[in-house]
């Protein structure tokens, strides 16, 4: 039968809304939580990223919140667009690591017009 | 302005044959990565390199070899290509201490 890992989580959301992207990941140790944007047919871009030592960074109409204790992590996108529409992932970095990073599976996002 | 580039974009191939993927990047980077992205795993590191005759075994290394003779090329190859090699994969390169990896367009693989 077909692997549940196979589904990656979706989230379906109307222009003009805000969406959340939740990302749980396992290394406690891992000093750097970074998101990236796939479009499809193309390589992972770069949003933004958030040291450990912080719980919250802003940019661009986007915020990643962090969460410690539950090792939780998430991205705010405001107003969505159509030109969100994408799989976006979070990365985990270790500050040792040079640069090396552990992806999740990804997300999703749907804008409808 | 800098780039990095992918070759070939598509490549259709034979069990057992040898396989060789290209990476090149003009941003000068010591680090540079390949992954390969399948539906359900996300991206898996293969192997990497921080600089010039330096390569590291990612988590899925097996069945794949890099060599790094200059700092622009990363190319990857597969020594005896293996239907499971099927996949997207994908080159990146990061400078020191930076967090934002800079990915190439990929490659879509299949081995028949």
């Known amino acids: 039968g077909e692997s549940v890992g196979l589904h990656l989580p979706t989230l379906s959301v109307q222009e003009g809304d805000n969406s959340i992207i939740n990302c749980a990941y396992s290394?406690?140790?891992?000093?750097?939580f970074i998101w990236y944007k796939q479009e499809s047919g193309k390589g992972p871009q770069f949003i933004i990223d958030?040291?450990?030592?912080?719980d919250k960074r802003q940019g661009q109409r986007v915020t990643v919140l962090l969460n410690k204790t539950v090792k939780h992590l998430s991205l705010q996108i405001a107003a969505t667009q159509p030109g969100d529409s994408a799989v976006y992932f979070c990365a985990e970095k270790l500050g040792t690591s040079y640069g090396k990073l552990t992806f999740g599976q990804g997300t999703i996002l749907t804008v409808h017009p | 302005d800098a780039e990095i580039t992918q070759s070939p974009r598509h490549k259709i191939t034979e069990t057992g044959r040898q396989v060789t993927l290209a990476c090149h990047q003009t941003?000068?980077?010591?680090?540079m990565f390949w992954y390969r992205q399948d539906l359900g795993h996300g991206l898996r590191l293969i192997h990497y390199?921080?600089?010039?005759?330096?390569?590291n075994k990612g988590e899925v290394s097996d069945g794949y070899s890099v060599s790094r003779s200059n700092t622009e090329d990363l190319p990857l190859t597969l020594e005896s290509a293996a239907s499971s090699q099927t996949s997207v994969y994908f080159c990146a390169s990061t400078g020191e201490g930076d967090n934002e990896q800079f990915f190439g367009p990929g490659t879509r693989l299949t081995v028949l």
């Open positions: 290394n406690s140790a891992s000093d750097y």
């Open positions: 958030i040291r450990s030592n912080m």
């Open positions: 390199s921080y600089g010039v005759q330096d390569t």
């Open positions: 941003w000068n980077h010591n680090n």
